[in-house]
Each structure stands twice: as C-alpha cells, then as structure tokens.
C-alpha cells in the first residue's frame, strides 16, 4: 500500500529555515511527480511545489518562490522541502502528495497524501 | 496565480442533490481538462474524487460526478448523505503550476 510519511515540522523563528522530508513506499517512487501542498489553520489548500518524476522540472508558487526548494532523491524514496526566510504567513501543515499519473505523465491530481507535518513559524 | 472560486458553503437534506461551482479562468479550467475534486474531513488529508474533469477513481461513489463547461467546473453529488458533509475543494492544471479553490463547505440538513 501507497504511504508518504512527513517529517521535519516544528515551530521555527521568523527568518530561521526548516527542511522538510517524505518517505514514500508502496509504489515505484523514480516513475511518479510529487508535490507539496499546504493548508493554514483553518484556511484552504494551497499548492507549494511540484517535482517531476526525474527531478527535472520543479515549479514553486509565487508565495513562496526564491525561499523554498522541493527536490528529491530516487535513490531514497524521498521528497524534500528546503524552506528558506520562513516568515509567519508559512504557518500550515504541509502536506506532501503523489501525482496520479504514470511513467513520468503528470496527471496533474493527487492519488495519495501523507498526513501532513505542522510547521508553525512564530517568536 | 489567483485561487479558483467556489462558493464558500452549500447545503441540501439527505436524498436531494447539491452542486458546488468552480470557476477560473482561460488560463487554468478552460484551458486544460485536468481539473480535479477532492474531499476533507476536518483533521485528515484529504482524497480524491474526481480527476480530469468527470473521471472517478475506484472506490468512489457514483453519486460524485464532474463536469466543466468553459472557465467553470462543477462536482455535483447526488443522492446526499449524511457522510457527505465534508468540505470540497477544486483543483486545476495551470501551465507551469497549480491552483485550488477555496473550498466550499457541504451541510446535509
């Protein structure tokens, strides 16, 4: 069975950094696209990063460009998110989540979310 | 990358059918058929139930259905439940990226 396991949340500083990790099973992890989705407390989903299969093509939302980095390792089964100059608004849990589609092919929906991990960035 | 829009919440009694509206514009919904629709119960992930516009994937009721029609996708469900209550949130390709609605909160009666 499909499992993506977040790790690495926590409460951080303003301005500090935090990387957060996503151990996938169950599946053939090289063949799939990955993203990373975000949803604030009491608010709606908000689309982070995705990564394509081979780690090729990454793309980020505006809100969060030039300070984090999604990528992965194939070797590992692990997505990664470098979050750089966190600032309050960051606050979420951040949810990691596999695309549909195969052999590289973005379906551009997600089959599988992990549990999400909160990160809470505060003074 | 503005957020699609859907009405923030709808409501129906058990048996009726409700539909949620998703609306975008020509550079997301009406531009690509990879819109998708997912639930979420309050404290969990949440799951897909629509992909590609009217697609479902196994497991899902037939009472979830999808459609779109220019910059505007719709999840209707029919025959509501009471475990329908959950909120719907719309999602869409959009070139390079990706965007959600909102999320729209469902009350069954």
């Known amino acids: 069975q499909v499992q993506l396991v977040e790790s690495g949340g926590g409460v951080v500083q303003p301005g500090r950094s935090l990387r957060l990790s996503c151990a996938a099973s169950?599946?053939?992890?090289?063949?799939?696209?990955l993203y990373w989705v975000r949803q604030a407390p009491g608010k709606g989903l908000e689309w982070v990063a995705l990564?394509?299969?081979?780690?090729?093509?990454?793309y980020h939302a505006d809100s969060v460009k030039g300070r984090f980095t999604i990528s992965r390792d194939n070797t590992k089964n692990t997505l990664y998110l470098q979050m750089n100059s966190l600032r309050a608004e960051d606050t979420a849990v951040y949810y990691c989540?596999?695309?549909?589609?195969?052999?590289?092919?973005?379906?551009?929906?997600?089959?599988?979310w992990g549990q999400g991990t909160l990160v809470t960035v505060s003074s | 990358q503005s957020a699609l829009t859907q009405p923030a919440s709808v409501s129906g009694s058990p048996g009726q059918s409700i539909t949620i509206s998703c609306t975008g514009t020509?550079?997301?919904?009406?531009?690509?058929?990879?819109v998708s629709w997912y639930q979420q119960y309050p404290g969990n992930a949440p799951k897909l139930m629509i992909f590609?516009?009217?697609n479902r994937p196994s497991g899902v009721s037939n009472r979830f259905s999808g459609s779109k029609s220019g910059n505007t996708a719709s999840l209707t469900i029919s025959g509501l439940q009471a475990e329908d209550e959950a909120d719907y949130y719309c999602?869409?390709?959009?070139?390079?990226?990706?965007?959600f609605g909102g999320g729209t909160k469902l009350t069954v009666l």
């Open positions: 989540a596999k695309d549909r589609g195969v052999l590289g092919y973005f379906d551009w929906s997600v089959d599988y």
């Open positions: 169950g599946f053939t992890f090289s063949n799939f696209g």
């Open positions: 990564i394509s299969s081979d780690g090729g093509n990454k």
């Open positions: 020509s550079n997301d919904v009406g531009s690509y058929n990879f």
């Open positions: 590609e516009v009217n």
């Open positions: 999602c869409s390709h959009a070139g390079n990226y990706v965007v």
